[in-house]
């Protein structure tokens, strides 16, 4: 049995189907029971559990094989990093209770460095925290995904100008979609244990993208020219802090800071193998919403 906690999202998602499709057996854990249809469809095992609850978390992966675990970025609480924290707590307790065989944590490109760069500074304390774990382990940190610019797409087409904050525009970047880290993640967990504590994983896509890219393949898929403008520096704080509360912010300025001086944001040098999705960004982009 297969756990996926968190299965109703993109990647949890694409796991899921990825496991299903291989004829395994596969326990989706999620939050909102509204959001379990397509995976009951698929014929997934349902179960409802907070990542904030570990003794219903532990209850819900006591007796599988594999759990994949993600950590959730609770975009609407009033502290994101607050909640964030203690959700590595909250899982941390839940595995060391039911000890399943193997664990998979998505993480994040830049989980490595030891200075605080926001967000995958976060996931470096995720990492730290599982890495305690008496169980065979797989850290696969993941690239930006292609899908944050799901956001700003309707605005940029409809202006002709998108916002970016990798700066400069023409700065490549690593990067994937969604679900090809899901069958990626799914593609681990059926491989036969290699006999290693410790894995490291990294996922990105076909090729690296830069925000001049994105706004060209936004161009093509809606027929308007759209360009890319890197949002002035001093502008930052104001601008993350219209959409969401301050410690997410903090978050996101740091880490595109790090992404912008370059290199840090990245794969860990001479640390972990490399799996690369098949999926384009023009692909990527396509299904995603059109302006109003």
């Avoid at 998602?13 to 326990?27: D, H, I, K, W």
């Avoid at 203690?86 to 193997?102: D, F, K, Q």
């Avoid at 916002?163 to 990626?184: C, K, N, R």
């Amino acid at each position: 049995m297969f756990a996926i906690v968190g299965a109703a999202g993109n990647v949890g998602y694409s796991t899921s189907l990825a496991l299903r499709e291989a004829g395994v057996p596969v326990r989706a854990i999620l939050r909102d029971k509204a959001k379990a249809a397509r995976l009951r469809e698929i014929g997934c095992e349902i179960v409802l559990a907070d990542v904030q609850d570990s003794g219903a978390l532990a209850k819900s992966i006591a007796d599988v094989d594999a759990v994949q675990i993600i950590l959730p970025v609770p975009l609407q609480a009033k502290d994101p990093g607050g909640e964030m924290q203690r959700a590595i707590g909250s899982i941390a307790v839940a595995l060391e209770r039911a000890r399943p065989r193997r664990v998979l944590a998505i993480s994040d490109y830049g989980a490595h460095v030891a200075n605080d760069i926001g967000m995958p500074t976060m996931f470096r304390t995720f990492e730290e925290r599982l890495g305690r774990l008496n169980a065979h382990k797989m850290f696969l940190r993941s690239a930006e995904h292609m899908q944050n610019w799901e956001r700003v797409i309707p605005v940029a087409i409809a202006s002709g100008n998108l916002p970016s904050f990798h700066d400069p525009v023409d700065m490549v970047f690593p990067t994937i979609s969604a679900p090809d880290l899901g069958q990626i993640a799914a593609n681990l967990l059926l491989r036969p244990d290699i006999g290693r504590e410790l894995e490291v994983i990294h996922a990105e896509g076909p090729c690296r993208y830069s925000a001049s890219d994105v706004a060209t393949a936004l161009s093509q898929l809606s027929g308007r020219a759209v360009r890319a403008h890197a949002v002035p520096r001093p502008q930052w704080k104001e601008t993350f802090e219209r959409s969401m509360p301050a410690s997410l912010a903090g978050l996101l300025i740091k880490f595109y800071d790090a992404c912008n001086k370059g290199s840090l944001v990245d794969i860990e040098p001479n640390n972990g193998e490399v799996r690369y999705g098949t999926t384009e960004l023009i692909d990527a982009l396509r299904p995603l919403p059109p302006p109003q």
